[in-house]
């Protein structure tokens, strides 16, 4: 039987590629590049507190005395001169969808904001380039304490002295140079604060949409959940493609209490001319729990590795990740799990796929400190490379300062089946479509932990990466 040859030029990604044009007189837009003029600009104009005013300066300071990390893949193309860190459009946060500037909502209505929101979650915020435009929160979730607001209307209401003595303490702008720029520049993201004893059932959702050709986005998410409390948050996020470089300079910060859970999923759909440094660290009380579920899609370059510190006894975490690097990507990730205590646990399962020339780096770090007697840790890493022209690597690190651990590590590297593709071909299968299947299937160990609605658009994203892999 003779195989299906496929041509296809382009990648379909109308879906997310699409964009508006912003016009001056519906958005404001500082100037190009980093100054303390830029900074100061920005702390006005978000109305800072004199201490978020002052730590911005200070990170500003820290931003230009560090270098440009080495550990990853070259970020060259980056010029800060070149980048606009601050985009606002001119229309007020509103929890009401009908408030929404017609070309927003537009944008957010095509991404499936908000019918996930009415179908099933708790609670959602929608950023447009700077700044969230929406936000609401279910009736259920907040008639039992929960908090979930925008950073910047957390800074000036109750939970103002919370914030200040969270923020930017897990990823503190000494921590990199690009941790000292969104220290400086940071703008919009959301809040969320779980009681002791809640139970959030159903799922909260912040989707951050780059829209602005040449600018940056920075927005900082801050949760907090309380002792024996449970919440899972996703996060989504999306650009449409450009000629210039856009950047993303995120950071995530996670505190996890006493006997307390948090799972944190991510589906990262960045344009290809975006650079995804972003930082994302959680804490973990005695007896906590934290689960990551990430999957990573695009982006020029990506440096991502979530981090989780493990500081009282019996802590746990688990972190699932795929990543899938096409032609133009150079997406190094991984995760890193720091054990500070005794009894604590960790595990990193990950899948990282490279067609087309894309190069894929799994880079992990695991710490066992001298303190943390009986931990077990667990890390088990594949690639699956489509072509010839791909790259995979594996950078594992461990560190284990305690005789009385339990570490384990397994990688694997491979390529597909000639023989799987054929047998599949040979049920009536497309050979786009043989392939598709057999990557999804490599990547369903992240998909089955999604919500269903998430686990189909990682399988939709899967689809259109194979889309032009073949002829």
Same mark, same amino acid.
């Given at each position: 039987m003779a195989r299906e040859r496929t041509e296809v030029n382009d990648i379909d990604r109308s879906i997310y590629d699409f964009r508006y044009e912003e016009k001056d007189s519906d958005f404001y /837009?500082?100037?190009?590049?980093l100054d303390r003029e830029i900074v100061e600009e920005i702390s006005e104009k978000k109305k800072d507190p004199a201490w978020m005013r002052d730590f911005r300066l200070r990170s500003l300071e820290i931003y230009n005395e560090k270098s440009i990390p080495t550990w990853g893949p070259p970020i060259d193309g980056l010029d800060m001169k070149n980048i606009v860190t601050y985009v606002k459009p001119k229309t007020k946060m509103t929890a009401d969808w009908d408030e929404v500037p017609k070309d927003i909502k537009e944008t957010f209505d095509k991404l499936g904001i908000p019918q996930a929101e009415r179908k099933s979650l708790a609670g959602v915020g929608a950023q447009y380039d700077s700044e969230l435009v929406y936000h609401n929160l279910q009736e259920e979730a907040a008639s039992k304490g929960v908090v979930y607001t925008d950073l910047e209307s957390a800074l000036h209401g109750p939970y103002a002295k919370m914030i200040e003595e969270h923020f930017m303490h897990l990823v503190p702008p000494t921590? *990199?140079?690009? +941790? +000292?720029? *969104?220290?400086?520049?940071?703008?919009g993201g959301s809040f969320v604060y779980v009681p002791k004893g809640v139970s959030v059932e159903i799922p909260l959702q912040s989707y951050f949409r780059l829209n602005a050709p040449g600018a940056g986005q920075f927005e900082h998410t801050l949760i907090i959940v309380d002792e024996g409390a449970y919440l899972h948050f996703i996060e989504g996020c999306s650009a449409p493609k450009y000629n210039i470089a856009n950047l993303h300079a995120g950071c995530v910060e996670l505190f996890v209490g006493k006997n307390a859970h948090l799972r944190y999923s991510t589906i990262e759909n960045w344009s290809k001319n975006m650079y995804n440094l972003n930082t994302k660290r959680a804490i973990v009380a005695e007896g906590g729990t934290m689960e990551w579920v990430s999957g990573s899609f695009g982006s020029h370059v990506s440096y991502l590795y979530p981090m989780t510190i493990l500081n009282g006894k019996g802590a746990k975490s688990e972190f699932t990740g795929v990543t899938f690097a096409g032609h133009g990507q150079n997406l190094d990730t991984g995760a890193k799990m720091v054990h500070n205590a005794e009894d604590t646990s960790s595990y990193i399962n990950t899948r990282s796929i490279s /067609?087309?020339?894309?190069v894929s780096t799994y880079r992990s770090s695991v710490v066992i400190g001298r303190n943390a007697k009986n931990a077990k840790s667990a890390v088990s890493c594949q690639s699956l490379m489509l072509d010839s022209d791909s790259r995979s690597d594996t950078i594992p690190a461990m560190d284990v300062r305690t005789q009385q651990a339990d570490v384990g590590h397994e990688a694997r590297i491979g390529r597909i089946s000639d023989d799987a593709v054929f047998y599949l071909m040979s049920r009536g299968l497309s050979e786009e479509d043989a392939r598709a299947m057999i990557v999804s299937g490599f990547a369903d160990t992240v998909s089955k932990e999604l919500p269903l609605e998430?686990?189909?658009?990682? !399988? !939709?994203l899967i689809r259109l990466e194979m889309v032009g892999a073949i002829g």
């Open positions: /837009k500082i100037k190009e590049g921590d *990199h140079k690009f +941790a +000292a720029l *969104h220290g400086a520049v940071w703008s /067609k087309d020339g894309g998430y686990a189909v658009e990682m !399988n !939709n």
